[in-house]
């Protein structure tokens, strides 16, 4: 099992956000998470990648064997886990490429590999943002600079891409997206799948598991999965909404 | 009444947060010439006439350019009389906030004057080395810049170390802006961190001409510098950058007065400071627009980052408004690293004192890369990275020169 979370309770901020979660993701499977506002989502996605603040209270987090809760961010990162912001941070004055770049010789000393080489490094850069269809001045601005929502999205997908973790998750990175870069975005994530690789995508909407074909849908009600199903369970959320579930729960 | 010999102190208004013990110890008499001996003189930048001074005297006369000298050194006592002249009487009030250009006056030796005539241009390099112990004697720089109309300078002008590290120097500038003359003047301290720097610069800016300021202030156990900018003619601009890194036990305190005085006058201030270590900061800038500088417009944009659980930092904006037609705004942030900034790298993978080095380029970095000139941008870069002890992990983002 590629990434195991058994009974994982957590609180932010004092406030306990997940409550015994338990879910379990193999490599080759692309997982997606639904649910209502403040059913823990986006927690989840910032426990898995140790952010502060966000406190584990219970339960264990197992990641290719390894305890993931013991990591340090950067550590976990280097493990091979990629978290895809739902509202990643602008840093003018540390440009894109120089990130990509730092991040990949990061996870590639993890990997015992040598740093990458200067010449390789920026075509598999320029192949990935035309297949983002990003044009190439962004790497040269500061990380999100100024960047649209769409922008940051792709940027965000741009760098997964790259940096070619083990594990991606995603939170909510349809939220804000036309339906073409919802389109661009998805043949990002869709490139990436292989059967050493796991995606868990935090989503709101069914509309982007029509472009990213899930395994395993789970809606997340109260800190816990309270139903999971194939990706049809996304069509029924879609016309019935969360009510059912949640109150079941 | 503050006697004219008298040194600021702490009590004064503008002078709370400088640290002036060093300048209190030191010999006030100028430093004789320091014996002949090789000089780290940086290296020169095309179409750049290179001064170079030790101990506030010349060491050597450069050739004149093609179109010839606009620079001279000239004997002190006289140079100040004629210049006197020139600048602005109004702008040098009697009181203490000009005790050290007094000081300098009554005991420097030679002063550099560039007089730039009507519609003619020059670019100036000037490197002036502190030698001598404080204990010795003190440093007396002194330049006084004058610009014709739409005349254009681009002036470096250096503060640096060489032999003592204890240092103590008092440099004062003087700067007459002719109407729609530009004037593109940067100013780097990169004195040893022992030393004492202190500096007065006063600067008179004509009508449509332009006064780009940019202050790097890295070195010195104490540094000071005061500026008081008069925009005497209607829409002269000053476009002001600062920025600086105080770390260890590191005093560096700015005062910087800008007094619109005509109508359509614009600033444009933007300071950047790192205070680590037990590093202290102060950055006090003062707005002054006057009744009769209607359609003034003012921006300020003072901030400092914390990075050290000792080190100490304030930004001070002050407006001193007259008239209701003015566009004046400011703000002003002490804080440390943004918390989000960090963790988006670390998630990246990037180990953490890299992460942090890298948000403190990008901060600084905001004020450092409107260095205009490019080779001397790059150098400066490089000498910022080392003060934030992080070369290695900014390679690739700070240019190798």
């Not at chain 1, 961010?73 to 941070?89: D, I, K, S, T």
């Not at chain 1, 990380?143 to 649209?148: D, I, K, Q, R, Y």
């Not at chain 2, 290179?50 to 001279?72: E, H, I, S």
Request: net charge neutral.
């Amino acid at each position: 099992m590629m990434l195991k979370i058994d009974n994982l309770s957590a609180t932010v901020g004092g406030k306990k956000v997940l409550n015994g979660l338990t879910l379990a993701i193999d490599a080759g499977e692309v997982h997606a998470i639904m649910g209502p506002n403040g059913s823990g989502k986006s927690t989840l996605s910032y426990v898995l990648a140790g952010r502060p603040g966000y406190d584990i209270t219970g339960g264990s987090v197992t990641f290719e064997g390894r305890d993931l809760t013991t990591l340090a961010p950067e550590e976990r990162a280097r493990a091979g886990l990629f978290l895809g912001f739902q509202y990643p941070v602008e840093i003018p004055g540390v440009n894109n490429v120089y990130l990509l770049k730092a991040a990949v010789n990061a996870r590639r000393k993890a990997l015992g590999l040598t740093e990458v080489d200067a010449y390789e490094f920026l075509q598999l850069v320029r192949a990935k943002m035309k297949l983002m269809q990003m044009d190439e001045s962004f790497l040269s601005r500061g990380v999100n600079e100024g960047f649209s929502g769409g922008e940051k999205k792709r940027n965000e997908i741009l760098q997964m891409l790259v940096i070619e973790p083990t594990l991606a998750v995603l939170d909510e990175t349809d939220s804000g997206l036309d339906i073409d870069a919802l389109k661009v975005v998805a043949r990002g994530v869709n490139s990436l799948r292989a059967a050493n690789r796991g995606v868990l995508l935090i989503t709101h909407y069914q509309r982007l598991l029509d472009h990213i074909v899930p395994d395993q849908v789970h809606v997340l009600a109260r800190g816990r999965i309270a139903k999971s199903g194939d990706k049809s369970l996304a069509l029924e959320l879609e016309k019935r909404g969360y009510d059912w579930v949640t109150e079941a729960a | 009444m503050t006697a004219p010999q008298a040194l600021p102190g702490n009590r004064d208004e503008n002078w709370r947060y400088a640290n002036l013990r060093p300048l209190a110890k030191a010999r006030p008499d100028a430093l004789p010439r320091p014996e002949a001996a090789a000089l780290p003189v940086p290296a020169p930048l095309a179409g750049f006439q290179q001064w170079v001074f030790a101990d506030a005297r010349l060491v050597d006369r450069p050739a004149a350019p093609d179109g010839g000298n606009v620079a001279d050194c000239l004997d002190a006592r006289t140079a100040g009389d004629a210049f006197a002249g020139i600048l602005d009487a109004e702008i040098a009030a009697a009181g203490v906030d000009f005790a050290l250009s007094r000081a300098n006056a009554r005991h420097g030796d030679e002063v550099l004057r560039i007089a730039v005539p009507d519609g003619t241009q020059a670019a100036i390099d000037v490197s002036f080395f502190a030698v001598a112990s404080g204990a010795q004697g003190t440093s007396y720089p002194r330049l006084q810049i004058q610009l014709g109309r739409r005349a254009r300078l681009e002036l470096i002008e250096r503060h640096l170390s060489a032999g003592a590290p204890d240092a103590v120097v008092n440099a004062a500038v003087d700067v007459s802006v002719g109407a729609g003359a530009t004037l593109s003047h940067v100013r780097v301290q990169d004195c040893a961190e022992q030393a004492s720097v202190f500096d007065t610069l006063v600067a008179h800016v004509g009508e449509h001409a332009q006064y780009r300021l940019r202050t790097i202030t890295l070195g010195g156990l104490s540094a000071r510098s005061t500026a008081f900018i008069k925009l005497a003619g209607r829409a002269a601009r000053c476009d002001f950058v600062a920025a600086s890194v105080a770390n260890g036990v590191q005093t560096h305190d700015f005062f910087a007065e800008i007094d619109h005085a005509a109508p359509e006058a614009a600033t444009r201030e933007l300071f950047r400071g790192i205070a680590g270590g037990r590093g202290k900061l102060a950055f006090n800038g003062k707005m002054i627009v006057r009744e009769n500088a209607h359609d003034a417009d003012s921006d300020q944009s003072l901030k400092t980052l914390l990075n050290g659980s000792g080190a100490e930092a304030a930004a001070r904006p002050q407006l001193e408004i007259y008239t209701d037609r003015v566009k004046a705004k400011h703000g002003a942030t002490s804080g440390k690293l943004d918390e989000q900034m960090l963790f988006y790298l670390l998630s990246r993978g990037i180990d953490r004192p890299q992460a942090q080095a890298l948000l403190q380029w990008a901060f600084i970095e905001d004020a450092i890369s409107q260095i205009e000139l490019a080779p001397l941008r790059q150098r400066i870069e490089q000498l910022v990275a080392a003060r934030l002890n992080e070369v290695a992990s900014l390679d690739g983002l700070v240019s190798r020169s």
